[in-house]
């Protein structure tokens, strides 16, 4: 059978752990509503919670169906739409597979076409972000429990230390971002492009902030991250054009 990365057999797999998840949404949902009517909360209120709890989840849904489609030629729609959907990443799924198909000899974007790729790249984009579901329940407690301590001897440092965490994560991937600026010493411009599309998207969700907080409207903030996205991926185009 010749391999295909949208074959059927795939879209059936992944659409039957997705139905579970679904289903776990379900069903704590309905427990929810229930628990909510023992405690006699206002019928209308619940109503409105979920109303708007389900508009709020279009902004992040806009920004993961923007990486389904960034990662969907070289993967095909199920296997981005499955990391997506469950315990993925944007951020980290695109990097991961990035730096799996370069390693294979393509990049992001280049078609894979055997078996074997397409399990390493799987592989890589799975295994080290399941680590985090057996570390947050060993590790997360605890961690809170020495930061509450460092709160209290002094609350300055601690913002410090969390702002200093928040920080080194990002830096991770601002390596990867910048990784390819050496180029330039032979000549070669494009490893400017993720440079300068970053910029883009970095002044779009500035401009986002910016105008949330004139308007006073916090919707503007909760729809920066899929807006800059959007804006920085059609930057990509006239930007790789100029630097090649």
Sequence with gaps: MEFNVNHPIIFVMVGMLILAVLGQSVYFLVKALRRAKEKGMDGAVLKKTIFSSAVFTIAPAVAILVGVITLSKSLGIALPWLRLSIVGSLTYETVAAGTALTELGGGLGSQIENASDYVTVAFVMTVSIIIGLFLVPLLTKKIQGGMKKIEKRDKEWSEIF??????????????????????????DTSGLIPVCVMFVSAVVMVFCGVLSKKLNQRWVTDYALPVSLMCGMAAAIPITAWLG
Excluded at 162 to 186: E, R
């Design 162 to 187: 969390t702002n200093a965490m928040f920080l080194g994560m990002i830096s991770a991937f601002l390596g990867y971002v910048f990784s390819d600026v050496g180029l330039l010493f032979h000549g």
